[in-house]
């Protein structure tokens, strides 16, 4: 195939007529992993058959690309971060046939996912594989995070990215590579062409030119573009060995588009003979990879043909028995499939809470945020921060980063591209590497393209890798309304993300809690999404004294705003304060009202809750977010379920109207809660 790069990229080492500087026993190596891999392939669809396996997705075709790849690799000094399809990389870093059984059968055992994965989600400790998820393309930004960290760690340290052709079709993808070109970030991005997405032909995929995914990324600056016959090990080798010298010096990028074939269906659940032509099958067989390398070297004298027999034999018998082996291993039990959702080590139990004063200056909330994140930075030299516009002399939309980079450099403290997939998936990889990635969204209405990173991957991380790997990270986010910002700065997305098990979410009313609860997240090995009212940020009312450096607040704690006998509201955020002033409205009519500002959404502190409506009687929960579906519903669910015997009434709920949020005053304030609609909905309630 063609290649293609800039002029001043330097040329393809070795010579594949002379094995490219390969020793027999090194060629024997790659053929014994390339066919033990194919070996694998049809055990499983064999098991399959059996009913004793349930899904595979195989690599045949591919090994000759992986191979070499994997053996490219710096163990357990490079990171990889492959797809579905690589068995064969995994087997050439040196995972055994055992391990891939005990993973393909989701046995207890399993080293990459303890059974909860299906198969083919590769992943090593050992060998710094972040276990795998099913998404395509969401690994393609964490690469180029962990390739972040290790640069700011100070590590020569190379990471391996791959797909399918078809997954460049992904957002991400180009978004992935746009971050690695504009650092030079050493990131190796194999796509395995197959010319197949499932059914869907690259022609239908690719808009680059002749469907080419290497022309297509030809404006990318530092980008080593390489384009092979990803069939031809020899071919393959030189390539890996080129692209992996030009990340590890520092050159930036590269991003090799391989030529493969697809020998079987895409997956097990698939029959490609429903889509494809009968010639593409048999075209492509003429180029499977183990056949073409073995005949070269039978005819170069490497190997004879008997001897290729004995050799496929001991392959074929080594990977019964290790399937055999496999098949007789415990399943996992029951009861663990309720095991590390979040950390189990005990730190958020252990760390020292409430300990310190609370007798500062009166600070304001975006105040409070800013010194949160200085103490902690400069007792934490693991913690960046990132994000739009967060640098001096901006210091984000709402200056909470004011100074930071000032204070603690442009390294720690730095700019995003105007992407959040990109912040967010960034951010993942430099936690999987080891740092404390606290990133700025700024406003909620715009975190939706992070989505799928936060969903999919960031709260999954602990979960999917049986507690193998974890993702500490903090997303500050601004949201709220009541500052006329119409549909797209206004919006409360509490309710969204209630909905993920691995997130934990704090949503604090004042600047001490703010303070004390950011300082806490910063300091927990779980995700946090960490809420900030962009109302309350300048607020007279949400400004208190400030704690000191040594205070902590936990989550799951909520806080007695004021007590009272006769109902009980349960609140948080901006509607905290607007419950109060209705609440002190009503103590003047003789009314005694308990109110609970909850805090943190993720963990909730049900037992203050509980205890109160015990002593009330009567509960009502107040939230800005709309009605339908919003966390009080949750809330309510609840109390109706712990409280039931206890109550004088329907638990009420007030919340902001289903509709978006308008811009005008007099349309979002008609949308939303405000004191006065508070005050008539527990007067109504406490007069049931």
Known sequence: MEKTAREETPLITGKTDSFGGLTKKELMNALRLMFTSRQIDHKVMNLLKQGKSFFHIAGAGHEAAQVAFGLAMDKRVDWGFPYYRDMAFMLSLGVKPEEIFLHMLGKADDPMTGGRQMPCHWGSKEFNIPTQSSPTGTQFLQAVGVALAERKKGNNAVVYVSSGEGTTSQGEFHEAVNWASREKLPVVFLVQNNKWAISVPVTQQSGGRHSSIVEMMRGYENLLRLDCDGTDFLNMNAIAQSAFKYARQGKGPALIEAHVVRLFSHSSSDDQKKYRPVESIEADLKKDP??????????????????????????????????????????PKPET??????????RRENLEYEKGRIDGKPVVLVDAINHALKEEMDRNNKIYLFGEDVQDNKGGVFTATKGLSTQFGNDRVFNSPLAEASIMGVGIGMALAGLKPCVEIQFGDYIWPAFMQIRDELTMYRYRSNNLFEAPFVIRVAVGGYIHGGLYHSQNIEGFFAHMPGLLIAYPSNAADAKALLKTALRLNDPVLFLEHKGLYRQSYSTVPEPDADYLLPFGKARVVTEGKDLTVISYGAMVHESNFAIQKLAAEGFSVELIDIRTINPL???TIIASIKKTGKAIIIHEDSLTSGFGAEIAARISEKAFEYLDGPVRRVGAADTPIPYHPNLENYILPNRNKIYDSIKELLEY
Do not use: C, M, P
């Open 290 to 331: 183990i056949e073409n390398f073995s005949r070269l070297l039978i005819k170069k004298g490497v190997l004879t043909e008997l001897s290729y027999e004995e050799f496929k034999k001991e392959i074929i018998s080594h990977v019964n028995e290790s399937a055999d082996w496999a098949l007789a291993q415990e399943d």
């Open 337 to 346: 499939a309720l095991h590390f959702v979040l950390d189990n080590s005990g």
């Open 605 to 607: 502190d049900e037992s």
